[in-house]
């Protein structure tokens, strides 16, 4: 099972970016896929989720609003829309599977990350 994440980028505060992670059918037919990002020296953190059907997505409070995940199944690709990006936005994002019903656990699937900065 791959992922594969990409999309990051230099960018400006209150520019956009769109992340995207590719991944096999399997994965994307009957698992949750999930953004989470990384600050060197700092504990990998959620940033958003999508369960299988695309419908809804769920974000954390310091990107509700700016955000959005979303999901084509046709291409077995989930992203992430990311507008307004403010410098704590700066991080390498990871794309992470996990099967429906089940909580994120560490047999999960990763992506490699792509590093996300934003700065003037």
Same mark, same amino acid.
């Given at each position: 099972?791959?992922?594969?994440?990409?999309?990051?980028?230099?960018?400006?505060?209150?520019?956009?970016?769109?992340?995207?992670?590719? *991944?096999?059918?399997? @994965?994307?037919?009957?698992? +949750?896929? !999930?953004? %989470?990002?990384?600050?060197?020296?700092? #504990?990998?953190?959620?940033?958003?989720?999508?369960?299988?059907? *695309?419908?809804?997505? @769920?974000?954390?409070?310091? +990107?509700? !609003?700016? %955000?959005?995940?979303?999901?084509?199944? #046709?291409?077995?690709?989930?992203?992430?829309?990311?507008?307004?990006?403010?410098?704590?936005?700066?991080?390498?994002?990871?794309?992470?599977?996990?099967?429906?019903?089940?909580?994120?656990?560490?047999?999960?699937?990763?992506?490699?990350?792509?590093?996300?900065?934003?700065?003037?």
């Amino acid at each position: 099972v791959q992922l594969q994440a990409s999309g990051g980028g230099l960018v400006q505060p209150g520019d956009s970016l769109r992340l995207s992670c590719a *991944g096999s059918e399997r @994965i994307f037919s009957s698992y +949750v896929v !999930g953004w %989470f990002r990384q600050v060197a020296g700092k #504990a990998r953190e959620f940033v958003a989720s999508v369960g299988w059907s *695309g419908d809804r997505g @769920i974000y954390a409070d310091s +990107v509700k !609003g700016r %955000f959005t995940i979303s999901r084509d199944s #046709a291409k077995n690709t989930v992203y992430l829309q990311m507008n307004r990006l403010k410098p704590e936005d700066t991080a390498v994002y990871y794309c992470r599977a996990r099967p429906i019903g089940q909580n994120w656990t560490s047999s999960d699937y990763w992506g490699q990350g792509t590093q996300v900065t934003v700065s003037s």
